[in-house]
């Protein structure tokens, strides 16, 4: 097999095509770069660089490297922009997938693993207040246009895989953090670990956006994974799906433990050796209060588990973060 990545220079993409690569499949990345950065690409993995919305030159990346496989990790992200800029969100994420889709399909290429979210879910009220786990039936209702493009996608992915026989696999991941090493350490400042480690390091508290959701301290609680077994995860799928012809997966990727904001914060000051305590601001739009994963269907059906927990996350992050930014191990201005 070869397995195209889109967003296979981006953080969770470079996970991805180490895990692959070294699980002896072979590898091209698709990457605008954009966001992405050609050093995190191998040597010896082609890199092509281009937008999923080039209907022509994704078609000539299948055929040049006769692609038998694809895992569509391009995507724009941010739930706060998003909000902003609907209009964007939906031209990149389900125009891109449409076009991509089109061209997999035109050159007959077998499988495809589609890079969802947890955003998918929503707000759920009545699972944040009972505690419960989300499993794969739990209605959808995104509360964000990212979201909606998640879910729009999968849509499309599933309805394409039942009309022209395509394996399909549909992963809701849940909040990534992490490093295999340093160097391919998230670089962005968008996700929860990043955004402390850049208040501490500015010596700036930690911000909580809320802490009147309906939850034990007031402040959102999420699942996180660590992007290993996140990475792990893609390659158990793509298997999957090479050994099953016409398989349909929906699957949530994560670890069935909640951590609050207040708790990730005291984690982390923990780790870093920072003590300042949170400022708490207002709410972010389309943030739900409580999304913690039932990852009792891809155990059944891949074997797959989480093997890493919130501490290997926070210690791997704060390596990568502390090699681009020497100096956050300063603890006092």
Same mark, same amino acid.
Not at 198 to 211: K, Q
């Given at each position: 097999m070869t397995w195209l990545i889109t967003g296979g220079a981006g953080y969770i993409g470079a996970h991805v095509v180490r895990a692959m690569t070294e699980a002896g499949e072979r590898t091209v990345v698709y990457d605008d770069l954009s966001s992405g950065i050609a050093e995190r690409v191998p040597d010896g993995v082609p890199l092509v660089v281009g937008s999923t919305l080039d209907g022509e030159r994704v078609a000539r990346a299948l055929r040049d490297h006769e692609v038998t496989g694809v895992v569509h990790l391009a995507a724009k992200k941010q739930v706060?922009?998003?909000?902003?800029? &609907?209009? *964007?969100?939906?031209?990149? @994420?389900?125009?891109?997938? %449409?076009?991509?889709?089109? /061209?997999?399909? /035109?050159?007959?290429? &077998?499988?495809?693993?589609?890079?969802?979210?947890?955003?998918?879910? $929503? $707000?759920?009220?009545s699972v944040a207040r009972d505690g419960a786990l989300v499993t794969e039936d739990t209605p959808c209702a995104p509360m964000s246009p990212y979201g909606e493009t998640k879910l729009a996608g999968e849509w499309l992915v599933r309805a394409t895989g039942r009309a022209?026989?395509?394996?399909?696999?549909?992963?809701?991941?849940? @909040?990534?953090?992490?490093?295999?090493?340093?160097?391919?350490?998230?670089?962005?400042?968008? @996700?929860?670990? &990043?955004?402390?480690?850049?208040?501490?390091?500015?010596?700036?508290? &930690? %911000?909580?956006? $809320?802490?009147?959701?309906?939850?034990?301290?007031?402040?959102?609680?999420?699942?996180?994974? *660590?992007?290993?077994?996140? /990475?792990?995860? *893609?390659?158990?799928?793509?298997?999957?799906l090479e050994a099953t012809p016409g398989r349909e997966l929906t699957l949530n990727i994560g670890r069935g433990e909640g951590v609050s904001v207040r708790e990730m914060i005291d984690r982390v000051n923990g780790v870093t050796g920072h003590t300042l305590p949170p400022v708490v601001g207002p709410r972010r739009p389309g943030d739900p209060a409580r999304v913690v994963a039932s990852a009792e269907r891809i155990a059944t059906e891949l074997g797959w588990k989480a093997k890493h927990d919130v501490q290997d996350m926070i210690t791997s992050a704060w390596e990568g973060w502390v090699r681009l930014h020497p100096e956050a191990n300063t603890t006092t201005p």
């Open positions: 706060g922009e998003s909000v902003d800029r &609907p209009l *964007h969100y939906y031209r990149e @994420n389900v125009e891109g997938l %449409r076009v991509l889709l089109d /061209a997999v399909t /035109a050159a007959r290429v &077998p499988s495809f693993v589609f890079s969802s979210s947890a955003a998918v879910y $929503g $707000g759920m009220p022209t026989g395509l394996s399909t696999a549909s992963l809701r991941y849940f @909040n990534v953090a992490g490093a295999a090493a340093p160097e391919l350490a998230d670089v962005g400042v968008f @996700n929860i670990v &990043p955004m402390i480690f850049e208040r501490l390091t500015a010596h700036e508290p &930690p %911000r909580v956006f $809320g802490d009147d959701y309906p939850t034990p301290d007031g402040t959102c609680v999420r699942d996180y994974v *660590h992007v290993v077994d996140l /990475a792990e995860a *893609h390659v158990a799928t793509a298997r999957a």
